[in-house]
């Protein structure tokens, strides 16, 4: 049976961590609860199914939970570091804002100093109702990279990689950039129930 992000992401949390950084774990409770979060705040961005959010390549937990978020509204994601944008809405770091070239109806989230022009992520998002209005994802097979996989492809694809490596429970799942096989392998880690690792961990 074809299994969507939206349905991975209301499964009931294990204890487990979900994700990792140098300096932060967020366990799989807080994990789903701010992809959640996040894709309610695109909501209210003016992100709706079908739309397009761009999200930055940095391997950043903001950027995960921007692009898993549009997964969950029905929106597509495009990784990319800089220039034109011609989306909906935006998913940088505040000092990376500079690099792209952002029309006044595309909003802005922004993790980190945020300029005026954005929406503060930290600022806005612990502020969100954890509770998911089951109008904006349920099982919905949008289409989510713009590559045009839909959101079931993405998933399929993610379970060829935990196959392929033997993924289980605990492990961990290395992502050092957020691109299409990035985004594969975070959704990889989802089925798993494994751990996305941002970056070298272990030093």
């Known amino acids: 049976m074809e299994e969507t992000v939206a349905e991975l992401l209301?499964?009931?949390p294990n204890e487990g961590v979900a994700l990792a950084t140098e300096t932060k774990e967020y366990n799989?409770?807080?994990f789903y609860r701010?992809?959640?979060k996040t894709a309610n705040l695109l909501n209210h961005l003016g992100v709706r199914e079908g739309g397009e959010?761009?999200?930055s390549p940095a391997a950043e937990p903001e950027n995960v939970f921007g692009f898993l978020g549009a997964c969950l509204v029905g929106a597509r994601t495009q990784f990319s570091d800089g220039g034109s944008v011609e989306a909906d809405a935006l998913v940088c770091a505040g000092d990376r804002?500079?690099?792209y070239d952002v029309p006044a109806?595309?909003?802005v989230l922004a993790h980190g100093d945020a300029p005026s022009r954005a929406t503060s992520f930290e600022r806005e998002i612990w502020g969100e109702n954890p509770v998911f209005p089951p109008d904006l994802a349920g099982g919905s097979?949008?289409?989510?990279?713009s590559d045009g996989r839909t959101s079931a492809e993405l998933v399929e694809d993610a379970r060829g990689v935990v196959?392929?490596?033997d993924l289980w429970n605990g492990d961990e799942v290395e992502v050092r950039e957020l691109d299409e096989e990035g985004a594969v392998n975070v959704v990889a880690a989802l089925v798993a129930r494994a751990m996305v690792v941002l970056g070298d961990v272990s030093g």
């Open 10 to 12: 209301q499964r009931a």
């Open 28 to 30: 799989e409770e807080t």
């Open 34 to 36: 701010t992809c959640h």
């Open 53 to 55: 959010v761009v999200v």
């Open 97 to 99: 804002l500079k690099a």
């Open 105 to 107: 109806s595309c909003s």
């Open 141 to 145: 097979d949008a289409v989510v990279l």
């Open 163 to 165: 196959d392929e490596r």
